[in-house]
């Protein structure tokens, strides 16, 4: 009796863990064809670049529309056929395969005119994503690790593929970056993956992360350099600086300030691959470190020249990215809207002299910060942007007078420290409108190569433009060749031309228009772990600026034209987001 009840004991968990092992198998068939669908979509997306690259044409706007169709056609039929381990991600997948990585591997490798080397690469990038997570998608549907032979063959082809392209000879300066590009593929591959929870465990430390923090820190050495038609370096680009505009701009770097923090949720660990997504002010308790749209990105931002500006950062669409833990790699794509006020000099001296404000010893003629006694600061060189004191007041802006926190704590200069409590605006100088700033950073290096268009040579952000003067499209129409703004017009005039694809001047930051490429370093920080100590990385970035069609703001930034920045700081995985802290200051409350 007792081997008859102990078969039977055996019997049913036999058929219990068939059961269980049925029904997992069932969600990996789902979660399966949802990988597959994904890797699909990258690859008809990259084809589709691929042919307009071979044509020299505009992005086929139909083909595009199908293979969002047969994206999503897939996953409802996966769907329609639980059970699945997620549902109702199609979205989000469909978000991460367009922006991160279809958007990043397209402008990485274009070159304008096209060619068909990279044509060929597009085409062989595309077929790479397809392929990865294609072995990807079997391994899930048999509830096994994807067959390291076939990946190991996938990437095999496609470096075989990227060598047959620069055979082709009109790659231009568009070569060895093989590993780059599969580098951002094995990341979508991962990233999938995680989205739709297959796995393997998150190794990122215990517990498993759910904050991403970088905190920028004083910027010290050079990042980045700027480079003529022979390659050799024309300027060197400083850590922590902001440059902007084209070849005969005005406007020195500006200094990215210390101690502004961004946090992103880290949505999905897989090993020690994490999805970076958006957190919101509700998550970390403050409007000043989140990474939603309407975000506040840094403290105000000033900015010298003959016409000095201050600029609100503000986050333009929620972040998405991803990082690995295990070297401290980072990409995050983190859209901003720079809203420009331009506000000249808020404390210009009087009968030639400076003179102290605030403090206790307030309208004292002064050189220095010394006579400036109870935290007031001299007016030396220019304060674009209202000035948080040692007083703990603001001075200048609509704020003045109110007390405010500090927004940096070790940037050195006289137009330092700003503050969030202390905004520019009148009566002290006026809104001149919002740019947006496709922010795309990386640890990786950042590059941006100038061509050379029939009204304009090297040209790295072109807007649709008057063929003869600095007249361009409003609002700003970014282009890539003249065939994208054939017809336009209003260059001013109603019936004006605005058929140029052009920057106001070519070049880059003040070469007098001998650059040809930029190029911006990141480093990653190294293995990193949840409650780990911060470790220090550089985030790099190079972007395009459009115009603020302010005449003299455009004229003396020759804006449009290239912008790049870089951001030496410290990351660290968090549990939970650093505790806000409320300081009182005179009568106001501020959350820093």
Request: with cysteine; hydrophobic share 30%.
């Amino acid at each position: 009796m007792l081997k008859r009840s102990g078969s039977l004991a055996i019997a049913i968990i036999a058929l219990v863990t068939l059961a269980a092992g049925s029904a997992y198998a069932q969600t990996g068939k789902c979660q399966g064809a949802k990988m597959k669908a994904a890797g699909k979509k990258a690859g008809c997306l990259l084809k589709v670049h691929s042919k307009a690259a071979a044509k020299a044409l505009p992005l086929d706007t139909t083909k595009i529309t199908g293979c969002e169709t047969k994206f999503s056609n897939a996953f409802t039929k996966a769907e329609s056929k639980p059970p699945c381990a997620t549902t109702g991600d199609a979205g989000a997948i469909e978000s991460a395969v367009e922006r991160l990585f279809v958007n990043d591997v397209a402008a990485e490798l274009a070159l304008s005119p096209p060619s068909k080397c990279q044509a060929g690469k597009l085409k062989s990038a595309g077929k790479l994503g397809s392929c990865l997570l294609g072995v990807e998608a079997k391994g899930i549907a048999k509830s096994l690790p994807p067959d390291a032979t076939k990946l190991a063959t996938c990437k095999t082809k496609f470096s075989a593929g990227f060598t047959k392209a620069e055979t082709a000879g009109d790659c231009g300066p568009a070569t060895g970056d093989t590993a780059v590009i599969q580098a951002k593929l094995v990341a979508l591959e991962d990233d999938v993956a995680c989205e739709l929870d297959a796995g393997p465990a998150c190794a990122c430390g215990t517990p498993d992360p759910a904050f991403l923090s970088f905190t920028t820190s004083l910027g010290t050495g050079n990042c980045g350099n700027t480079f003529n038609d022979s390659g050799s370096p024309l300027v060197s680009l400083g850590c922590n600086n902001l440059y902007t505009g084209g070849g005969s701009a005005a406007v020195p770097p500006s200094t990215v300030p210390d101690y502004g923090n961004t946090l992103t949720r880290t949505s999905c660990c897989r090993s020690k691959f994490l999805t970076l997504s958006v957190a919101t002010s509700t998550d970390t308790g403050s409007n000043r470190n989140c990474s939603n749209t309407g975000c506040l990105y840094g403290p105000p931002l000033p900015i010298t020249s003959v016409t000095s500006v201050c600029v609100i950062n503000t986050v333009a669409q929620p972040a998405a990215g991803y990082a690995y833990c295990d070297t401290g790699s980072e990409t995050l794509d983190i859209p901003l809207t720079s809203n420009v006020y331009l506000t000249f000099d808020l404390f210009p001296q009087t009968g030639g002299m400076d003179h102290c404000v605030g403090g206790n010893n307030s309208g004292a003629v002064c050189t220095d910060n010394t006579p400036c006694t109870g935290g007031g600061f001299c007016s030396t060189g220019t304060q674009p942007c209202p000035i948080c004191a040692g007083d703990g007041l603001c001075h200048g802006g609509p704020n003045n007078g109110n007390g405010c926190t500090p927004g940096t704590l070790l940037v050195m200069g006289p137009q330092w420290p700003t503050s969030q409590d202390c905004p520019p605006g009148p009566p002290d100088g006026f809104f001149v409108g919002s740019l947006p700033i496709p922010y795309l950073l990386t640890t990786g290096t950042a590059t941006k190569t100038s061509v050379n268009q029939p009204s304009q040579n090297r040209v790295f952000c072109g807007f649709c433009s008057d063929p003869m003067s600095a007249t361009f499209k409003n609002p700003a129409v970014a282009c890539a060749s003249d065939a994208e703004c054939a017809g336009l017009t209003g260059c001013p005039g109603v019936s004006d031309p605005c058929t140029a694809c052009k920057q106001r001047s070519g070049g880059a930051f003040m070469t007098g228009g001998g650059a040809r490429t930029i190029t911006e370093n990141g480093v990653p920080a190294g293995p990193i772990a949840t409650g780990g100590a911060p470790a220090s990385q550089t985030l790099a970035s190079v972007f395009c600026v459009p115009p603020t069609f302010n005449g003299s703001i455009d004229s003396s930034g020759d804006l449009p034209g290239p912008g790049a920045a870089s951001l030496q700081g410290q990351i660290q995985l968090l549990v939970l987001p650093p505790t806000t802290t409320t300081t009182t200051t005179s009568s106001t409350t501020t959350t820093t």
